[in-house]
């Protein structure tokens, strides 16, 4: 059964990858840079509004609703459970629209974004609130996710294909936003008879904002350097220097796909090796195979890296022969924190070292991200993520190494 709900997960996982070198060409040659970086930017914005008032509780939900689980709780707690997480991103999106709002109004004064691009990413902000992946990653339930999303991609590749022509950003926008909001719809509605509500007061509500404290700092502080290049360039360079780091970091993401749904795949299983005092075991047996996975992955991005690159983007899109080497260095330091951080961290209830981590990533990343940006354009982000995650990793390994030492 384990092997069975990991070729799900690594097939979803593929699916994920492969979609956009399907549909990213056929779009990066119907807009130009610059109608491309537009859109970029206002989803830049959407899914930072996303980060802090949904995704934020993603790891929290799949930590208690998996130790519940191990715990075997009756079958109806579980249920008001589901209902209870539900009701608290209602909650929290209620102010993601006004936050929103804030953000697309402060990006149209100062980087000059379209609010006929921007807009239309309010239909999947709304329906962030019935987002219950957390529940599918906790139960290991990758068969649902990776029928749902290749069924929503193949609509979506086909749309696409068939309506998106020369200059039609906006209609590329809606096409997006429509997607994003059915990955939601469809997921909550595949459990909706599995979920009860009860009444539960405002204050109970506002209170989750406090238990996912450390989650919350890390995906602040995750989104400075995950889209903080990016808003930079889209202000000091412009919208093609900007859509062409979205492509490399579109690549980065893709390789990043393999270890983060590993990472995702096995965290319920670390979480339960360390309630069971055989958390040294499931190392010994799962780190070499996730260090040989991102060798693998380093590999193919160096050898064939840049004939990925000059097919995916187009002739209108132009890359430094360096670019991809950053990008694979940049995926195998990512990896190594992501690693720590769902694998050793959270099971043992330790986010504040991913988050002390973090504040170190997130200081190095902004102290070196105009210097290099200035110095050799997009290409400086990159080199600016190898060298703050770098360090990051370096004091996850120091902090765990030192409560080992102090805690035997």
Same mark, same amino acid.
């Given at each position: 059964?384990?092997?069975?709900?990991?070729?799900?997960?690594?097939?979803?996982?593929?699916?994920?990858?492969?979609?956009?070198?399907?549909?990213?060409?056929?779009?990066? *040659?119907?807009?130009?840079?610059?109608?491309?970086?537009?859109?970029?930017?206002?989803?830049?914005?959407?899914?930072? !509004? #996303?980060?802090?008032?949904?995704?934020?509780?993603?790891?929290?939900?799949?930590?208690?609703?998996?130790?519940?689980?191990?715990?075997?709780?009756?079958?109806?707690?579980?249920?008001?459970?589901?209902?209870?997480?539900?009701?608290?991103?209602?909650?929290?999106?209620?102010?993601?629209?006004?936050?929103? #709002?804030?953000?697309?109004?402060? &990006?149209?004064?100062?980087?000059?974004?379209?609010?006929?691009?921007?807009?239309?990413?309010?239909?999947?902000?709304?329906?962030?609130?019935?987002?219950?992946?957390?529940?599918? &990653?906790?139960?290991?339930?990758?068969?649902?996710?990776?029928?749902?999303?290749?069924?929503?991609? /193949? /609509?979506?590749?086909?749309?696409?294909?068939?309506?998106?022509?020369?200059?039609?950003?906006?209609?590329?926008?809606?096409?997006?936003?429509?997607?994003?909001?059915?990955? &939601?719809?469809?997921?909550?509605?595949?459990?909706?008879? &599995?979920?009860?509500?009860? *009444?539960?007061?405002?204050?109970?509500?506002?209170?989750?904002?406090?238990?996912?404290?450390?989650?919350?700092?890390?995906?602040?502080?995750?989104?400075?350097?995950?889209?903080?290049?990016?808003?930079? /360039?889209? #202000? #000091?360079?412009?919208?093609?220097?900007?859509? +062409?780091?979205?492509?490399?970091?579109?690549?980065?993401?893709?390789?990043?796909?393999?270890?983060? !749904?590993?990472? *995702?795949?096995?965290?319920?299983?670390?979480?339960?090796?360390?309630?069971?005092?055989?958390?040294?075991?499931?190392?010994?047996?799962?780190?070499?195979?996730?260090?040989?996975?991102?060798? $693998? +992955?380093?590999?193919?991005?160096?050898?064939?890296?840049? !004939?990925?690159?000059?097919?995916?983007?187009?002739?209108?899109?132009?890359?430094?022969?360096?670019?991809?080497?950053?990008?694979?260095?940049?995926?195998?330091?990512?990896?190594?924190?992501?690693?720590?951080?769902?694998?050793?961290?959270?099971?043992?209830?330790?986010?504040? +070292?991913?988050?002390?981590?973090?504040?170190?990533?997130? =200081?190095?990343?902004?102290?070196?991200?105009?210097?290099?940006?200035?110095? $050799?354009?997009?290409?400086?982000?990159?080199? =600016?993520?190898?060298?703050?995650?770098?360090?990051?990793?370096?004091?996850?390994?120091? /902090?765990?190494? *030192?409560?080992?030492?102090?805690?035997?």
């Amino acid at each position: 059964m384990l092997y069975k709900k990991l070729g799900y997960s690594f097939s979803l996982n593929i699916l994920n990858a492969v979609f956009p070198i399907l549909t990213l060409p056929i779009v990066f *040659r119907a807009l130009s840079p610059v109608q491309y970086g537009e859109y970029v930017i206002s989803n830049i914005l959407y899914q930072l !509004t #996303i980060v802090f008032f949904n995704s934020v509780f993603l790891q929290y939900f799949i930590r208690e609703y998996s130790s519940k689980l191990t715990l075997e709780q009756d079958d109806s707690s579980n249920r008001y459970l589901c209902g209870e997480y539900i009701s608290v991103q209602i909650f929290y999106t209620f102010f993601s629209c006004f936050f929103y #709002i804030g953000l697309i109004f402060l &990006f149209n004064i100062i980087s000059n974004v379209r609010l006929d691009i921007a807009l239309w990413f309010f239909i999947p902000l709304f329906f962030s609130s019935c987002n219950v992946e957390w529940y599918y &990653f906790a139960t290991q339930n990758y068969k649902v996710l990776f029928f749902r999303n290749a069924i929503i991609k /193949l /609509l979506l590749l086909f749309s696409v294909y068939i309506f998106v022509k020369e200059g039609d950003v906006v209609l590329y926008t809606i096409l997006m936003s429509l997607s994003y909001a059915l990955t &939601f719809i469809i997921g909550y509605i595949n459990i909706f008879n &599995f979920i009860r509500y009860k *009444r539960i007061p405002l204050l109970y509500l506002y209170k989750y904002f406090f238990k996912v404290k450390h989650f919350a700092i890390n995906a602040i502080i995750g989104t400075g350097y995950q889209y903080g290049d990016q808003l930079l /360039l889209s #202000i #000091i360079l412009g919208k093609k220097e900007l859509a +062409i780091l979205n492509i490399l970091k579109q690549v980065y993401a893709m390789a990043m796909m393999v270890p983060t !749904t590993w990472c *995702r795949f096995f965290m319920p299983t670390a979480i339960q090796s360390y309630k069971n005092f055989s958390n040294n075991m499931f190392h010994k047996k799962y780190g070499l195979m996730y260090a040989a996975i991102n060798g $693998v +992955i380093f590999l193919f991005l160096c050898v064939l890296g840049t !004939t990925f690159l000059i097919y995916f983007a187009g002739e209108e899109y132009h890359f430094n022969d360096i670019d991809i080497v950053l990008c694979a260095m940049c995926v195998i330091s990512t990896a190594a924190a992501v690693y720590i951080d769902t694998q050793i961290s959270i099971p043992q209830g330790l986010e504040s +070292i991913t988050t002390r981590s973090n504040l170190i990533v997130l =200081s190095i990343f902004l102290a070196t991200l105009y210097l290099f940006v200035n110095w $050799v354009g997009y290409s400086g982000a990159l080199m =600016s993520i190898f060298i703050s995650e770098t360090c990051g990793v370096l004091m996850m390994v120091y /902090l765990h190494y *030192r409560r080992h030492i102090k805690n035997p």
